[in-house]
């Protein structure tokens, strides 16, 4: 017997040919299925199911196939978008990829799909659904254009083969375009900036990936100088796309590498890869590739963030800067400190930085922890003894957010003085990963200029506490 995993969050459950001996906590309304059969050499491989989000894909559900190349999936969904199909192999069995991330579906609540999958491909074989349809159409014209663009590992094809057949397919995706008509004009904007998305990062895939030979610019077909003209990344509906992304970062880096660069401007290539995206949310996700660039903590990337900050307009793209930042810091005495944020009890948010011009007594601590509070009248008397001195106590607590209310009475009843804060994901806040924080209470100590004095500073009982501040001021 065939058992299929059901994929559904911290659930999984036999689909089709058993009976659940258990009620799913998700409704069958609220699920789309996938079930089909795998063609082909089965042994050592996975199916994974792979969500479309941030421009790329990111892997939700792994089933293996039963004896026969039966599987499925059945997996809850909270809104329509796409999602890919990978055949993964669990060891390094092969060192050339087929798979260009064609089988792409697109899953909302009632989709059912019966497919045919292979290796590199897919046949829709029964679907309730007409997006999936069409989609299913575009997936196979496309194929045949990927095989000569992305399969330069497998394929010895080149320009020389590619450029004669460009113009038939750009023609003919043009032809699909006018063609797509589901009744749902969202899912119809989406599939005419994919097939629009394929086309292009077709023709620089061939440009940009190894081959036995390379055109010269003047052997470039008109779609090239077409692409340059009014290929600029636009729509924010590019992070929907599987190949979003990686489409506009050849893209950018095509534009830079066919304009002429003005070696007195600083940082010229990188000018125009930024002005190559025509979004500042694209830019932002831009910034996040090239950040990766930098190795260190230094002036250069200083400067990059300064300049890149108001693209990263949202949370996810500030928390991914943020966690690569930590990886290139050095937390050695005179190193700038990372700086982190909290909130008062009132809600208002302080950062570090805020402080600069003084020095910064850092207590990291929370409610429930007895030797953070053993500390406390140690610290409430170490600040009268400062009071009027140039240093600021700063308390941040690593309460969770729902204990917020017992942290801020805390506060009140104890007459916690200085600066009194809450970080934002207790434990999984960016003080506690940014400075390796394992156990509390942690001090540190921060110089006038926000660099750091020492991040495992003696607590307040510790009389060595006094030797260090007044040093510093």
């Excluded at 017997?1 to 998700?26: D, E, G, R, W, Y």
């Excluded at 009014?230 to 796309?241: A, I, Q, V, Y």
Aim: glycine residues 6%; positive net charge; charged residues 30%.
């Amino acid at each position: 017997m065939n058992i299929l995993k059901f994929i559904a969050p911290v659930l999984i459950f036999s689909l089709a040919l058993v009976s659940c001996t258990q009620t799913p906590t998700k409704t069958i309304e609220t699920l789309a299925q996938i079930k089909g059969t795998f063609k082909g050499n089965l042994r050592g491989k996975e199916i994974h199911l792979c969500k479309v989000e941030h421009g790329s894909t990111t892997k939700v559900a792994t089933t293996l196939a039963g004896e026969n190349g039966d599987f499925g999936f059945a997996y809850a969904i909270d809104k329509p978008c796409l999602y890919v199909l990978n055949i993964v192999w669990k060891s390094n069995q092969r060192t050339v990829n087929k798979d260009h991330d064609l089988k792409r579906f697109y899953l909302e609540k009632g989709t059912e799909l019966e497919i045919e999958l292979h290796e590199g491909s897919y046949k829709l074989l029964n679907s309730n659904s007409k997006k999936n349809e069409v989609l299913s159409e575009w997936n196979t014209i496309i194929d045949t254009v990927f095989t000569y663009s992305h399969g330069f590992m497998y394929d010895l094809s080149s320009y020389v083969d590619f450029f004669p057949l460009l113009p038939a397919y750009v023609k003919n995706a043009e032809v699909f375009k006018k063609q797509v008509n589901t009744d749902d004009d969202n899912f119809d904007e989406l599939l005419k900036l994919m097939v629009d998305t394929d086309m292009k990062s077709a023709a620089l895939f061939m440009l940009y990936t190894p081959r036995t030979v390379f055109p010269k610019k003047e052997d470039y077909p008109e779609f090239y100088d077409d692409l340059l003209r009014n290929g600029d990344p636009k729509s924010e509906r590019l992070l929907e796309l599987a190949n979003g992304f990686s489409f506009g970062r050849i893209y950018a880096m095509h534009k830079a590498e066919n304009t002429k660069i003005d070696n007195s401007i600083s940082n010229a290539k990188r000018e125009i890869e930024f002005g190559a995206f025509q979004n500042d949310l694209l830019k932002g996700y831009f910034a996040l590739y090239v950040m990766k660039r930098f190795k260190s903590y230094d002036r250069a990337y200083i400067e990059f963030k300064e300049k890149v900050s108001p693209y990263l307009k949202t949370e996810y793209l500030r928390n991914k800067m943020e966690a690569f930042e930590i990886t290139i810091r050095k937390f050695s005495e005179g190193q700038p400190a990372f700086d982190f944020a909290g909130k008062d009890i009132h809600g208002k948010e302080h950062k570090l930085s805020d402080y600069k011009g003084n020095l910064v007594y850092v207590d990291i601590w929370a409610t429930w922890c007895g030797p953070c509070r053993a500390q406390i009248p140690a610290l409430k008397d170490l600040e009268k003894r400062y009071h009027g001195k140039s240093i600021t106590f700063l308390s941040i607590s690593l309460d969770e957010q729902k204990d917020r209310k017992k942290w801020g009475d805390f506060v009140k009843e104890k007459g916690l003085e200085g600066v009194q804060l809450i970080a934002d994901k207790a434990f999984d806040s960016s003080v506690v990963k940014a400075y390796g924080i394992k156990g509390i209470p942690r001090f540190m100590l921060f110089d006038k200029k926000g660099n750091i004095i020492t991040i495992h500073a003696p607590r307040p009982s510790d009389k060595k506490i006094e030797g260090l501040l007044n040093k510093h001021l």
